[in-house]
């Protein structure tokens, strides 16, 4: 992760973080202990991200942006993980696990079906199972 440093003594930028700012030799070991402690929530978030622990990722990159506000790679990180909580993808993510995980679920529709095609398959599995219950 790249971090735009300035010197909160001199305000002078500065290459890399060291213990000493070069410029005006400012103590800053907090200002290290801080790029440190975002670099470690950035990579716990990315561990979870992979593991598909969306809100535990969510969390660690809450932490790494608010230690970094410009952080471009947590920022983007961030986006794949929201969409990965966004309850609109959620039913089409469930329907794809669905038919991997039961018998016959190729058999299934690739996509969901909308609302309308479920309430008219109902209607006719209703149908005919009223017309067989009627007919001994």
């Known amino acids: 992760m790249a971090f735009a440093i ?11 973080l060291t213990g000493r700012c070069p410029a005006c030799g400012g103590d800053l070991g907090a200002l290290a202990g ?28 809450a932490v790494t942006l608010a230690l970094n506000p410009a952080d471009a790679e947590a920022r983007q990180l961030l ?6 909580q966004d309850p609109k993808t959620l039913p089409d993510r469930l329907w794809r696990k669905v038919r991997t995980h ?5 058999r299934l529709p690739r996509t969901l079906p909308n609302q309308a095609t479920v309430h ?3 209607e006719q599995a ?6 067989t219950r009627k007919s001994p």
């Open 6 to 16: 300035t010197c909160p003594l001199c305000r002078r930028r500065i290459a890399d």
């Open 34 to 61: 801080l790029v440190e402690l975002a670099d470690r929530h950035f990579n716990d978030a990315v561990r979870a991200a992979r593991r598909a622990r969306w809100n535990t990722a969510a969390e660690h990159l």
């Open 79 to 84: 986006t794949k993980v929201r969409y990965h």
């Open 102 to 106: 039961i018998p016959y679920g190729d």
């Open 120 to 122: 008219h398959l109902l």
């Open 126 to 131: 209703t149908r005919r199972w009223s017309t």
